[in-house]
């Protein structure tokens, strides 16, 4: 019997910036352990440099994250971009889940047909993919993302989630923290 899976096309145009957000399988809060966390962060800066992405703003959350990014160069695959971020992480999360014999690797372990099981971390699918083309519907976005820790009262200011960009928006790039991805911001002749 064919499965069918959820099918999203990822545009890009020369000056598309991308707001990126994908969930972890099921929708667990898989995202609190901090070392994974750290994990995450190393897999989306080596794929931002893989890839030619520079990262406007983020935020991870218990169960998703959302990446706002742009290409550096006119050729970018959103989907490739992806795949580096998730399966790379998603392998060694299971390798250390295997060498923990953690009772999770199990609950993330699902049966794709008979006798074939695959290890899950992410939702399946391409998550969700929306395009910006104007300076004022990137800094909505830049808002919206920070203010999901707020929303889902986790804090009760942007700045104090530690996973986020915003601290680095509020201090106009001078606060850094070299545990999160690398910021680069969005230089606003982007769209000039």
């Known amino acids: 019997m064919p499965t069918h899976r959820k099918q999203i096309r990822h545009y890009h145009e020369p000056g598309d910036c991308h707001e990126l957000t994908f969930s972890c399988f099921k929708r667990k809060p898989l ?23 520079n990262l406007i703003a983020f935020v991870i959350m218990p169960e998703h994250l959302h990446l706002l990014v742009y290409p550096t160069t006119h050729e970018c695959k959103i ?15 299971k390798e250390l889940l295997i060498e923990q014999q953690h009772p999770l690797l ?3 372990t699902i049966r794709t047909r008979p006798g074939i099981t695959s ?3 992410w939702l399946e699918g391409p998550g969700y993919d929306r395009n ?15 203010l999901n820790p707020v929303k889902r009262n986790l804090v009760t200011e942007c700045r104090e ?28 002749e982007f769209f000039g």
């Open 119 to 121: 290890f899950r971390f």
């Open 79 to 93: 989907d490739r971009f992806l795949a580096a971020i998730k399966r790379p992480f998603s392998y060694r999360i």
């Open 132 to 146: 910006f083309f104007t300076r004022e519907a990137v800094e909505s976005a830049v808002n919206y993302l920070h």
């Open 161 to 188: 989630w530690k996973y986020s960009s915003a601290r680095w928006h509020e201090s106009n790039g001078k606060l850094i923290d070299p545990e999160l991805p690398a910021i680069h911001g969005l230089p606003w």
């Open 106 to 108: 199990t609950e993330l």
């Open 31 to 53: 995202l609190t352990n901090p070392v994974w966390i750290n994990m995450i962060c190393q897999s989306i800066d080596r794929a931002l440099i893989r890839h030619h992405f």
